[in-house]
């Protein structure tokens, strides 16, 4: 069973074929409004989200399809102590596709062995984000036309931050990318990630503390959230949270055709003063979320035989 759980489970071809179809989605919507007709997707979150539990949710009744699910482990039978796989089995009786975000990291995994149906990683603990990721794509092919021949910074929480995992993990895989990643020291990407993911396919790549610095740089700037629910103690979260917070100001030496991204939330780190500068992405990559989940439960859908 076909299911999306680490970004490198989808060829560059696949992910290509997805971008096409949500831009098909984007010109065409009506098209689609049956596509999933009859077809139920399970969201089941055992941690807080709105975009991502929402996109899906929207992505499949705007396929025609319907929703069933929870958004809180308190609400599940994982509460009083249901396996992840005998929750993924008895969902498998209910639905036709699963979405499942995790605290732990590897549960989608383990909910995909045992499901017999496909099953989507939604975010799980600090590793993992790959429809983020797929959204990201879409919006960089969007913005840029292409995805190729840019420089990417990442700032804030490289070390808890999943989306910047799996983004990273993707862009490995396109031709002339470069990376900057901007974080404080204790919360630098993790040492795996640049071994095996950066290091082992050459992508060139520079590590600092200054935003500012290294600005001018940057075609494209990806901000995240310091990931409180990731700390270990609460005074490291006070000390860190607010490392870079994105300004008009910080921007003066930025290009004119910088796209500035954000998975979202935000909590303080680009200032709502940005909001109408026309190279802010972010809500364009809410949007963007929900074609490509639209896109990807098709996919997931039809390979499993379901449609
Ligand atoms: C991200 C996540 O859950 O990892 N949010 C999202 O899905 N768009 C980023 C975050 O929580 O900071």
């Keep these: 069973m076909r299911s999306l759980i680490d970004i490198l489970d989808f060829s560059v071809e696949e992910i290509n074929e997805l971008i096409d179809t949500a831009n098909d989605i984007i010109a065409h919507p009506d098209a689609y409004a049956d596509c999933c007709k009859r077809k139920k997707i399970a969201t089941l979150f055992f941690e807080p989200s709105t975009r991502t539990r929402l996109s899906f949710e929207a992505a499949m009744l705007e396929l025609g399809g319907s929703v069933l699910g929870f958004s809180e482990a308190q609400s599940s039978s994982a509460a009083k102590g249901e396996s992840i796989s005998d929750t993924a089995k008895t969902i498998s009786c209910y639905a036709d596709i699963i979405a499942m975000r995790h605290p732990k990291e590897g549960a989608p995994l383990v909910a995909a062995r045992a499901a017999s149906i496909p099953v989507i990683n939604a975010g799980d603990g600090g590793h993992n984000h790959p429809t983020q990721t797929l959204a990201d794509l879409l919006t960089i092919s969007r913005e840029k036309g292409e995805i190729k021949n840019f420089t990417i910074g990442f700032c804030g929480d490289l070390k808890f931050g999943r989306t910047v995992h ?23 990407l993790p040492g795996y990630i ?33 990931q409180r629910e990731r700390f270990f103690n609460e005074e490291d979260y006070l000390r860190l949270k607010d490392s870079y917070i994105l300004t008009p100001q910080k921007l003066l030496g930025a290009k004119r055709d910088l796209s500035i991204m954000h ?40 390979e499993a035989g379901r449609l």
């Design 194 to 226: 640049k071994t095996d993911v950066l290091e082992k396919k050459g992508i060139p790549y520079t590590q600092t503390t200054d935003l500012e610095a290294v600005m001018p740089e940057l075609d494209v700037l990806y901000m995240t959230r310091v």
């Design 263 to 302: 998975p979202l939330p935000r909590v303080n780190e680009i200032s709502v003063a940005i909001d109408e500068d026309p190279r802010a992405c972010y809500f364009k990559q809410v949007l963007n979320g929900k074609y490509i989940r639209m896109a990807l439960i098709l996919k997931l859908l039809k």
């Design 166 to 188: 799996s983004l990273i993990s993707a862009l490995s895989r396109y031709e002339g990318i470069r990376v900057v990643l901007i974080s404080p020291e204790e919360l630098k």
